[in-house]
C-alpha cells in the first residue's frame, strides 16, 4: 500500500521521506512540510465545489483551513481504479478540548472570521449565479414527520415510559421551534458552512486552531453551523462544569467572541434562539434507535437517551439566562 501512497504523492507534486498510517488517514512526511493523504468521502463534482469554496477563502487571507493540494493535472483530487484521493497540509492530532475554555474561545473567534468571510463570498455567488434555496427547512420538516410517526408507532408499550414522555414534550418542542422559524422566514437565503465543527474537526497546536475536514459541507445557513458548535460545547464542557462548580462561558460570552469578527443581527440571533431550542440530539438519537431496533431500544441508544434527558433541564437553564 505505502508504494501506492509514494506514487500517487506524486502527482499532488508530494515526496515523502516517511509515511505513517493512522485510522482513517496516512501522514506524508516531507522535507517541505507534512501532510494528509486519504481517500475522498465525496465525488468528483462536491470535491471541486469545496475546493472552490476553500480557495475562495484562501484568497481572502483564510490560513487555518487544509486546503487541497492540486494534482499535475489542475485538479484537487487524484483518481486510482475508481477511487479519489486528496492530500491537504496536516496540522496535527491535537483535537479542540471543549473543557478548555480560552481554546473554545479562540475557536470561537476563528469561526466567526470564516463565517464572514463565507458570507462575503455568498454575495459574489449569489450575485454571479442568482439566489440559491436553502432547504433547511425540509430538513426540519422531514424530521418532525419522522418523529410523529415514531410516536405513533412505539405507542406506551415499547420504550421505557419515561422516555416516551419526554418524546412527548421534546416532540412539541421541536414543532415550536420549526413554527418560528418559519414565521421569521429562515430558509430563504443560504451560506456555506462547514456543517461538521466537532472536536475532532478542530485542531489546536501552538496557540492557533485550525478548521479541517470540509466533506461534509454544505449550503445551508452559517447558523446551523454556530448552533452545533455551541450545543456541543454545552453538552461538552458546561454540564459538566456546572455540577463541578468549574467555570464555563455563559451563551453570552459565546456569542460575544464569537460575534467579535462575525456581526448578528436582531433577526438573526431570532433565529438562533430557535435552532437552539431545537432538541437535535434527542430527535437523532430516537430516529437512530428506532432504525435499530423497533420492538426494543438498544443499549447504547438507552445511554445516549438518557444523557440527553439529563442534560435537557440545563440547557434549556442556560439558554433562558442569554
Known sequence: MNSLIYDMAEEFGIRPLNVYKCKYYYVLSCA?????FCQARPGANKLMEIHRVKTGLAEMGITNIDTYCITDSGLPYAERDGRLYTATRFFGSNE???MNNNQVALTLRSIGVIHRCLRDMESAVVYAAGERKNNVMEKYTRELK?????KK??????WDMDITSVLDSCLERAEESVERLKTIGYGENATYCHNGLKEGNIIYKKGRVYIIDWDNMKHLSYIEDIAFFI????????????NAGSPYMSLEDVMNKYSLHKSICDEEYEILKAVLRYPHRFVDTVREGFRTGKTFLPSGVRRK???CIAQMDFEEK???EW
Do not use: P, Q, W
Request: glycine fraction near 6%.
Open 96 to 98: 479542540l478540548n471543549f
Open 153 to 158: 408507532l412505539i405507542g406506551k408499550r415499547i
Open 305 to 307: 437517551l438518557e444523557e
Open 146 to 150: 419522522d418523529m410523529a410517526r415514531i
Open 32 to 36: 517541505d512540510g507534512t501532510y494528509s
Open 318 to 320: 442556560y439558554m433562558a
Open 231 to 242: 450545543k456541543r460545547y454545552v453538552r461538552k464542557n458546561c454540564y459538566y462544569s456546572h
